[in-house]
């Protein structure tokens, strides 16, 4: 498959398999990827300047209309929705709560499903809620790849097993294993682009 563009979510527990996901990507790995994780209010970007800390790709904690560029990994900023806009922009909302959460996975995993279709591959992580079931069916039913993390291997493992209850899983992984799994999916990279784009 070509792919555009990479979405990734998590909660309790998301943040060591980020971690190995990022350190097996390398600094030349051309679709962006969209990370949420649910986000104490009080984050302030230190977040974001984690994950900058873990890979040679650049990481952002976007604006409001900012646009998607290759080589760059965004993350939701604490209190904010984060969605996809058919414009190849990000879009920041403060409506209400997905989920108990804002950031909200479905949010982003359903609105990117929308701009990028077949195009886009989606990772659910451990967690502790049902956040990013509804987001990983939105992902599978525009034709993109769903990947989610083993529960065996989740400290929380409800969030994985809810996508892969729901039938919107196509491959199980271990952390360690995703992101050379990513490679492969992505190896033919399309430029960044939307639907109608």
């Known amino acids: 498959m070509s792919c555009s563009a990479v979405v990734i979510g998590g909660s309790a527990g998301g943040l060591e398999a980020l971690e190995l996901i990022f350190h097996g990507l390398p600094g030349d790995f051309a679709p962006p990827l969209l990370v949420v994780e649910h986000l104490h209010g009080s984050d302030g970007g230190a977040f974001a300047r984690h994950l900058a800390r873990m890979t040679a790709l650049v990481v952002v904690e976007p604006c409001d209309k900012a646009v998607i560029e290759a080589g760059h990994v965004y993350a939701a ?3 904010y929705h984060m969605l996809v806009e058919r414009s190849g922009s990000i879009s920041l909302s403060v409506d209400a709560r997905v989920n108990w959460s804002r950031p909200s996975i479905d949010v982003l995993f359903e609105s990117a499903a929308r701009a990028w279709g077949p195009a886009l591959v989606a990772v659910l992580l451990s967690g502790a809620s049902v956040d990013g079931a509804k987001g ?15 529960p065996h291997s989740a400290s929380s493992p409800l969030m994985p097993e809810a996508a892969i209850d729901a039938g919107a ?3 199980v992984l271990p952390p360690d294993q995703i992101a050379p ?5 992505c190896a033919q990279t399309e430029p960044v682009r939307v639907n109608g784009a």
Not at 136 to 150: P, W
């Open 77 to 79: 900023p604490a209190n």
């Open 136 to 150: 990983m069916v939105a992902v599978k039913a525009a034709g993109g790849r769903t990947l989610a993390q083993d």
């Open 181 to 185: 799994r990513l490679l492969a999916l």
């Open 169 to 171: 899983v196509d491959d």
